[in-house]
């Protein structure tokens, strides 16, 4: 741990209603700080007390950072204001769209060790839903770096082969338009204030293209079986009031019986197709 964190975070009074944890560790901080280069646009959310602004400025071409909490913003001005390729913005990020944003380059990273409270939130305002093809703020993104905890990491990079009820609706939105890794694990002690639990680096590779087709009733499918995942499949649908269900599972050569958290992307999709002719 960096004692020069350390200390500027300590003397800090660190908001907890703002899921303010800073990161200490320099190790961690340089970590994710060298997944800027040059020419990179980076757009920061949640710079907090600029430890790792200060690198990512030192890093890319241009930092354009979001924070919403006044005390930080003060701090960020005194210490990093000096740099022509750094610009603080103080507003939500759930209420911004990078094409408002002060970016040169088509396509722009994104680096987040965000409050975990709106974890879900900001992932949906980066990516969009999952039928939505044409999402504004993803087209404009190549990659993004998250800080989430790793029981959210684990959800994030599940599959229909994951133990411990970790795939779901969050699994199949990140695998859908990127290929997400989870790339660190982070103790908790690399954090101050240190939070409750655990935490992951996941990177999100952003595709142009969603890994299956989008259908019509592809999202309304995904909701009905993850809603009641240790059911089975049939009683899944037909709790979400899809009609034709078990024609629908034969032409999709789905057995009635198996739960629906072992189905793959693939599947469901299929599922959803065979579907149409029904609902
Ligand atoms: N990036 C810093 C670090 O790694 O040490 C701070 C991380 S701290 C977990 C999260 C930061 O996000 C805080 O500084 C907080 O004030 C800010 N924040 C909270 N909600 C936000 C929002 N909706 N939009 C932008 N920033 C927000």
Redesign the pocket.
Known sequence: MSLNYILR?KKFKA?KS???????DENI?SF?ANHASKEDEIL??????????EQLIENSKRVVA????KD?INILNKNLGKYENFHLIE??????NIDDLPFTKEKIKVI?????Y?TSP?LVHLLGEIDELAHKNRNRISQIIL?VQLEVANRIVANENSQNKEYGQLSILSQMYSEAQIIKKVPKNC?SPAPKVDSALVSFEINDKPRVEITRLLKRTVKAIFMARRKNVKNSLLNAEFVGVEQALEKAKIDKTTRGEKLSLVQIQELSIALEEFN
């Open positions: 975070a908001k703002l899921g303010q944890n800073f990161l200490i901080i994710i920061e959310i949640g710079p907090g007390l600029g430890f790792v602004t979001l924070e919403i909490d930080a507003q939500d990020i759930l209420k911004t987040a060790n965000i409050p975990y709106i900001i800080m954090f």
